[in-house]
């Protein structure tokens, strides 16, 4: 019997078996996530990959039984996989694992385009908590959907292929940089100044006159040739900047991985594996959620109904009381959190805090000051987890987000709580969080799988 806890690491705990696994679900991962860095794009990729494992479109109005695999994508970007097992639901209710799959990023604003000295624009307004100045200087990637009239969806991605053009937001020159290096971090790139170069040629004026938006006018033309839609439709999108290229391994060992969007993909992929992978005895869902970096509003964010009505028709389907199903759930709410930052030890209490490369990392609590608008796992839910990932031989770790009073967040984990379903976080550790390139360990991810495993068995 170990008397004193101390926290493993998974490198040095893993046989070369394990080690083998550990890098071959990274590689699934960095092709989940190239296909995936916006909510839009993960839904797309988790219809596909769901498509291949069987999963059926789901129906508010069907009968669900036993065996049962459903995929429901609500309004392109939320996700929920259904599988249906055998386990009576009414008895044991349902198993819910929720990781979001929208991150930080540029939105364009609705009337986006303009010209100034030769050159044509993208104004952005920032989606979620970025550090203004880590965006700029950077090769961007245009992700998004362009309504037409009469409702035809365009589908626009530019910059992700070799080939492709990137956008580009600059900065000021160090020469003639003091005044800006003088100010604060926040302050030194203003959230106006976020406007991604898009081109420079000008059109040929058709009637001599005079265009002072000739580059603009040019833009608009290979837009419409190639899109079909005209300056006015782009109030009618949702096109967003995020980082261009692709997730790429770090270190001479390749222990680590670097990518846009780890928070919160990372923890997508993991849950839906398990979902795929395992034959579960109860009734699984696992939720690709949108909208957790603004506050999880809106039709397809986890304060939405939608997931209560997902629940509602599995209790239908088998005649039980849906408020007893939604009492007798569980749920992990699978986010990412802060990997202890040496380089930045101060902000860390370091015997309360996750490690990268030390297993999944469950959060009991989230919020700030004083505990604040959290979720607090229950101590008979945080016992029921530990019983589980030991028994299903997942390495995790416990810890906070941060020292007291010195920051906090929040997850999704609280709104679905707050329907009466013990819920706790359970992610991946990152450095660098929410910057255009986040880092992880191929370690930790794989001990996510095994922790959902755990709780689909
Ligand atoms: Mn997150
Ligand atoms: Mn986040």
Redesign the pocket.
Known sequence: MDLKYTRKNVYKEADGKQLEAIFDFAEGYKKFLDSSKTERDAAITAKKLAEEQGFKPFSFSEKLKAGDKRYFINRHKNVFLIRVGKEDVAQHGVRIMVA?VDSPRLDLKPNPMYEDNGLCYLKTHYYGGIKKYQWTAIPLALHGVVVLRGGERVEICVGEDEDDPVFYITDILPHLGAEQSAKPLAKAIDGESLNAVIGGLPAVSEDGEEDKEAVKTAILKLLNQKYGFTEVDLQCSELCFVPAGKARDVGFDRTLISAYGH??KVCAYPEMRAIFDYDSPHTMIAVFADK??VGSDGTTGMQSKVICDVIDTIAASFKANPIEVRYNSKCISA??TAAYDPAYASVFEKRNTTFISCGAAVSKYTGARGKSSTNDAPAEFMGFIRDIFDDGKAVWQVGELGAVDVGGGG?VAKYIANLGIDTVDVGVPVLSMHAPYELISKADIYSLYLACLAFCK
């Open positions: 979001h928070d919160d957790e970096e986010d990412v997850t």
